[in-house]
């Protein structure tokens, strides 16, 4: 398992003001981030899928990727990855990870990313995905985590929620991401990213019964 994957998942007693349960992971600078990453994409959520991990056990949902520049790695630009998160939903029966980052199909994102497998995961549960979202014709990337930290001080341990980052251009983000993982910018990029971001969205979740 991955060693931020493994930080996950905390449940709040003793170190909360009150009763509570939330997921604690460490919290990551940018950089930081893209350091701790094997696999930096951007690119479509091209299907989300939930599946039992054994009939009427555990449910995870499996998320193929299509990839339209990566940032850190080695997938090809219209390649595909998978990426694995737990808990879902199929039918009435759902198991969720509190504050684990939601996948829509259709929607673009930047994912950072470890293996596990043929599969990946984010680097911390509810930190690993950047929402893409246009507006006035613009597109932007916004980072609003559900997920916690524990902040330790001479008086005790304190969980904080781990704060948004202000929206950034999508170009800018790029070119930040691609400083801390030395890959330079293609060439095309004003145009290239163009039809993408022009595509509609679905909102369809596929899910197996």
């Known amino acids: 398992m991955p060693r931020l994957w493994l930080a996950g ?24 981030k893209t350091k701790a990453s094997s696999l930096v994409v951007f690119g479509r959520v091209a299907s989300v899928e939930a599946v039992w991990e054994k009939p009427g056990s555990s449910i995870k949902t499996m998320v193929t990727f299509e990839v339209t520049e990566t940032l850190k790695g080695k997938v090809s630009a219209g390649g595909k990855v998978i990426v694995r998160r737990s808990g879902g939903r199929i039918g009435a029966k759902e198991h ?32 690993g995905k950047y929402e893409v979202r246009t ?62 971001l022009a595509a509609p969205q679905h909102r369809r979740v596929a899910v197996r019964r």
């Open 9 to 32: 998942l905390l449940v709040l007693g003793s170190l909360a003001a009150r009763p509570a349960t939330a997921t604690v992971v460490k919290s990551l600078t940018l950089e930081e």
């Open 96 to 127: 969720r990870i509190e504050g684990a980052s939601t996948y829509e199909r259709g929607e673009l994102a930047v994912l950072f990313l470890e293996p596990v497998g043929a599969e990946y995961v984010e680097v911390g549960v509810g930190i």
């Open 135 to 196: 507006k006035d014709g613009e597109p932007y990337v916004r980072f609003e985590p559900s997920v916690a930290e524990l902040r330790m001080s001479p008086s005790g341990g304190k969980i904080s929620p781990i704060q948004s980052m202000t929206p950034l251009k999508l170009a800018e983000f790029l070119d930040r991401v691609r400083a801390f993982s030395g890959k330079k910018a293609p060439s095309s990029e004003p145009t290239k990213y163009r039809p993408l």
